[in-house]
């Protein structure tokens, strides 16, 4: 059996990071949460999870400037990320994941209207080249 994968989900909004949190762990995710982007990129960097869902706007620190700090470590910088957030505009998205020489280097997102817990978990699957269960 493989190991299980880990997602950090980083988001301060208690219901969406818990709802997301029992839906990962129900389909066999090992999850670990942070309620603002300092706690994010402190366990990021201790725990070295295999996926980052990131919501943009936080407390302490967004979402974007944990992706510039978390980028500063050695494997920080080929974190896989995908943002939650609000905005729709894939223009606005990108500028988002720029770094500071303006490359994007986060390509994919999620907005938060847009979808649903089954919808997050594919993406997640997706993301990591992972197989959807056979039912």
């Known amino acids: 059996m493989s190991e299980k994968k880990k997602i950090l989900i ?4 208690t219901p969406l990071r818990e709802a997301l949190s029992f839906k990962l762990k129900d389909e066999g995710f090992e999850v670990s949460e942070a309620v603002d ?8 960097i201790a725990e070295h ?5 990131l919501d943009v706007l936080m407390p302490k620190m967004d979402g974007q400037e944990m992706v510039k700090e ?5 494997w920080g910088k ?16 990108a500028q988002i994941g720029e770094d500071s020489r303006g490359v994007t280097t986060v390509f994919d997102y999620l907005v938060k209207s ?3 817990l ?5 993406k997640v699957r997706d993301e990591l080249g992972m197989q959807s269960p056979i039912v």
Do not use: H, M, Y
Request: cysteine-free.
């Open 10 to 13: 980083v988001e301060d909004e």
């Open 37 to 44: 982007g300092e706690r994010g990129l402190e366990k990021a």
């Open 49 to 53: 999870p295999d996926l980052i869902l």
């Open 70 to 74: 978390l980028q500063k470590d050695s």
């Open 78 to 93: 080929d974190a896989s990320v995908i943002f939650l957030t609000n905005v729709s505009d894939p223009n606005k998205v």
């Open 114 to 116: 847009d979808w649903k």
């Open 118 to 122: 089954e919808d997050v978990v594919k």
